[in-house]
């Protein structure tokens, strides 16, 4: 019978704090970025015993890509826009102050 050699329990902690230092570490790495779809498309995740259904995940995360997509496409949209209208607005501008200089 082999003898299993007892992991002291600080150790243990130790190992442990050290994962949760990891994860929230790459957390905030991913926050500081933009999500993008092919981010969401392209996630995997680690397989548990009695896990969530992989097609019904790999599912719901094309959905939210999809919505994703669309959502920053409707953003750049409008910030072009906005630019376009920024831009005609000065260009309004200079003309009025044009006018009334030379009446």
Not at 2 to 24: G, K, M, Y
Not at 54 to 59: A, D, M
Request: hydrophobic share 35%; proline share 4%; charged share 30%.
């Amino acid at each position: 019978m082999t003898r299993r050699r007892a992991v002291p329990v600080h150790n243990l902690i130790r190992r442990l704090a050290s994962r949760r230092d990891e994860r929230q570490r790459i957390a905030q790495t991913n926050r500081s970025q933009p999500l993008r779809p092919w981010q969401i498309r392209e996630r995997c995740f680690n397989v548990r015993r009695r896990g969530l259904d992989p097609v019904e995940i790999r599912t719901f995360l094309h959905q939210v890509a999809d919505e994703l997509t669309v959502a920053q496409t409707a953003l750049q949209a409008v910030q072009e826009e906005n630019l376009r209208i920024k831009n005609a607005l000065r260009s309004w501008q200079s003309a009025q102050s044009a006018n009334r200089l030379y009446r």
